[in-house]
């Protein structure tokens, strides 16, 4: 078996938390306690921590976000609309970034009910996932 992904995270509601996750993104449902629920994202592993502590929104989708970049761009489109589907919140709206170059890629984020920020991505040339280091921009802030 592959190396599998893990990340954990705060959430202020697990109810919200399966809703958004499961009957929204279309999650599987691992393991749950009273304080916690697994989730399963394209074979990786998620985690929801209940946080009594606030969870402070940022001010944009940096530093801090999580998500998946998609091979395929029939998975990446059917993503956003599943999500409208499902009345989920993005953060913001699909759109294409750096067009015509060869880190072009296609991109949304959405925002779960404890305000946690996922991406969604597409790049147009594979290599861009991990390669084409002459391009020194990374994301919007470059």
Known sequence: MPALFHLAFPVHDLTAAKQFYIDGLGCVLGRESSTAVTFGLAGHQLVAHLSTDPIIPQKG?????????????????????????????????????????????????????????????????????????????????E
Not at 118 to 137: C, M, Q, T
């Open 61 to 141: 989708v940096y530093p801090r976000h999580f998500g998946l970049v998609l091979t395929l761009e029939e998975e990446w489109q059917a993503l956003p609309d599943r999500a409208k589907t499902k009345g989920l919140t993005f953060y913001q709206q699909p759109r294409q970034r750096f067009a015509g170059t060869r880190i072009e890629h296609h991109t949304f984020f959405l925002q779960d009910p404890s305000r946690n920020l996922l991406e969604f991505k597409y790049y147009r040339h594979e290599s861009a996932i991990f390669g084409e280091r002459d391009v020194s921009a990374v994301g919007d802030s």
